[in-house]
């Protein structure tokens, strides 16, 4: 019997992504005023996005990005790296919400994922992208059969996926604990999540974007025509801002009843051998996650280590966002339990790196947009655990409504309707504590929902990671 805490004895207290030789330089924070036709607050996918999308629509544009601390440090530099065409947080939860305009959302999803390869391919941007799609895996007799019906569903949305009985999902990957599964071939992609965005980050300072780090932004005000934000040495006078702050308190207080920072955490292993890997299969490099509500999200890396991320979802009293949070030694020994239970074979492996980061959690999973000060100041967050894809769709969303235009996006009504907000504290925590344990009671139930989360689904409010 392994001890899971002997397997991470040596494991570095960092993001694996982050702790890469090729980590870029910082920029040089801001330290006098200036003027910008568009500034960007906020350095990860979102913020990135929208700056070079952008310079994309219009070169002549001059646009300023400011971050708090480095490019793609937070969400976008720690994430599983699991890229999807979904911008509703999967097509099951897009169902239930839009049923109307999923049809339309998959397709603009697709579109987006295929817009991401292609800028990924078009900037020489270095980031191990692998479209090895992704599968969601039954391990309780009952899931094979919800599985069959979602695969199903899909279908009717003209996503072809494939649906594996026992033998051919451990054809796939190898584990005791796997009945089956379904394959999205098309509509995910793998990906190093911060060499994507130290890409992002080159492709913009190539298109002229002004990039300066360790500025934060600390107030926002309308100035004249314009938009006038403080940071601790220098001012910004913009004709237009997009807030791309994620889980971190937004500069505009309106906004942030609507997300909770939730913890999320992860383990990553040391480069597996020829027979390790050997010993579980997984020839094809997709991505996995299981189908419980608390699930584990699971791929390989380039060097053929074991991302084992998920599970646990950590909400701190007064959402607070702290560096502290990222570590949680019993997330990690419950993670590492699970991982060997899965995988027996790999009794030997030890864990080279444990971390958590923070995400943008919504009552409804997928992100909700604003227009705030005329016009002139756009949000967008709630990503839910899901923006790796999504944040582009979103860059272009707030690109559209800064520029005032109606296009297919913008007339979403996912766009235009916002989710419920959280309720304050201390209403909010007890909420979010017994919804949890209502979540973890259902995966040990046959996924029954009880009294709780039947009223939250016909609410149409929710927790999720
Ligand atoms: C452990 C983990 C695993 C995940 N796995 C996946 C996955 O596999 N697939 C998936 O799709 N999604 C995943 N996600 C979610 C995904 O990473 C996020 O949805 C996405 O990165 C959000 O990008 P962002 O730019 O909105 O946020 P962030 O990357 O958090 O960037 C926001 C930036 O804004 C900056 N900022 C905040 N306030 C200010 C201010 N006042 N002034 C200046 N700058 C400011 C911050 O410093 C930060 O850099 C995961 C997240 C975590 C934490």
Redesign the pocket.
């Known amino acids: 019997m392994v001890d899971p805490a002997r397997s991470l004895q040596d494991a570095e207290p960092l993001p694996f992504w982050l702790d890469d030789p090729g980590r870029p330089q910082a920029a040089s924070a801001l330290v006098s005023q200036t003027r910008c036709d568009l500034l960007v607050?906020?350095?990860?996918?979102?913020?990135l996005w929208t700056a070079l999308v952008a310079k994309e629509r219009d070169p002549s544009l001059d646009v300023l990005l400011?971050?708090?601390?480095e490019i793609?440090?937070?969400?976008?530099g720690?994430?599983?790296?699991?890229?999807?065409a979904s911008l509703t947080h999967g097509l099951g939860n897009g169902y239930q919400r839009w049923p109307g305009e999923l049809a339309r959302l998959e397709r603009l999803g697709s579109r987006n994922l295929q817009a991401i390869e292609d800028a990924i391919k078009r900037y020489g941007i270095d980031c191990d992208w692998e479209r090895t799609g992704s599968v969601t895996v039954a391990t309780e007799p009952y899931q094979v059969e919800e599985l069959r019906e979602f695969a199903e569903l899909a279908g009717r949305f003209g996503a072809e996926l494939t649906v594996l009985d026992a033998d051919a999902m451990r054809a796939e990957i190898d584990s005791p604990t796997f009945l089956g599964g379904v394959w999205d071939k098309d509509g995910v992609a793998m990906v190093n999540?911060a060499r994507l965005a130290w890409g992002l980050k080159q492709a913009c300072l190539d298109l002229g974007v002004r990039i300066h780090e360790h500025?934060?932004?600390?107030g926002l005000a309308g100035s004249g025509a314009g938009i006038a934000v403080r940071t601790p040495y220098g001012r910004v006078l913009a004709g237009r801002v997009a807030l791309?702050?994620?889980?971190?308190p937004s500069?505009l207080r309106r906004h942030r009843p609507y997300t909770v920072p939730v913890y999320?955490?992860?383990l990553m292993t040391e480069p597996l051998t020829d027979r390790q890997l050997a010993s579980i299969g997984w020839r094809n490099r997709q991505g996995f996650a299981d189908s419980t509500n608390r699930f584990h999200?699971v791929r390989l890396s380039a060097d053929n280590r074991i991302l084992w991320?998920g599970y646990d979802v950590v909400y701190h009293y007064g959402a607070r966002v702290r560096a502290e949070h990222d570590q949680r030694p019993q997330t990690f020994a419950t993670l590492a339990r699970h991982f060997f239970e899965t995988f027996p074979q790999l009794a030997d492996v030890r864990f080279s790196h444990s971390w958590?980061?923070?995400?943008?959690t919504c009552t409804r999973f997928s992100a909700f947009f604003d227009l705030s000060h005329g016009g002139r100041v756009a949000y967008a967050?709630g990503?839910t655990?899901?923006?790796?894809?999504?944040?582009r769709f979103g860059a272009e969303v707030m690109l559209d409504l800064l520029a005032g235009e109606r296009t297919e996006r913008t007339a979403l009504e996912m766009v235009r309707r916002k989710p419920l907000p959280f309720p304050p504290e201390p209403i909010r925590s007890a909420g979010i504590g017994i919804t949890q344990w209502s979540l973890a009671r259902a995966d040990e139930q046959q996924g029954r929902r009880n009294l709780w989360l039947r009223t939250l689904d016909r609410l149409g409010l929710g927790f999720d990671s």
Do not use: H
């Not at 607050?41 to 913020?47: E, M, N």
């Not at 500025?215 to 600390?218: F, L």
């Not at 958590?356 to 943008?360: H, N």
């Open positions: 607050v906020g350095g990860g996918y979102s913020g400011i971050e708090a601390q793609g440090w937070a969400a976008s720690r994430n599983g790296g699991f890229c999807e999540p500025t934060r932004a600390t791309a702050t994620n889980a971190f500069l999320d955490y992860a999200y991320g958590g980061g923070a995400i943008d967050a990503y655990g899901l923006g790796v894809g999504a944040t």
